[in-house]
């Protein structure tokens, strides 16, 4: 390898960790993989859940149809307490906000 190739090929590797360190925060060419890896992985993750909760919605607006055509009410307070505190004692406070988040995003669709 001639001197002028060893130069390029040292600028683009320092290039690429510039490149990586900047959007990922690591400072370290490992430590930007680490974190592309992990951040693949919650990408997928976020994917799946966001399926989860479009599924859970087509779910409630077949509970809200039957509830409503038997003569009910379109909510069932009793039972959105119950996912309240389901997800407060498995996620402490923070899992009250998303389970607030989960039933309005949940209610009203039929």
Do not use: F, W
């Amino acid at each position: 390898m001639t001197v002028t190739a060893t130069a390029t090929s040292a600028t683009a590797t320092a290039t690429s960790a510039t490149a990586a360190a900047e959007k990922t925060g690591a400072r370290t060419t490992e430590a930007a993989g680490v974190i592309t890896g992990a951040r693949e992985r919650i990408d997928a993750l976020d994917d799946r859940i966001i399926g989860l909760i479009q599924e859970r919605m087509a779910v409630s607006a077949v509970i809200q149809e039957a509830r409503i055509t038997s003569g009910g009410r379109r909510v069932n307070l009793s039972r959105e307490m119950e996912v309240l505190g389901h997800y407060s004692d498995a996620l402490g406070k923070p899992g009250t906000s998303l389970a607030m988040t989960l039933l309005e995003l949940c209610r009203g669709r039929v």
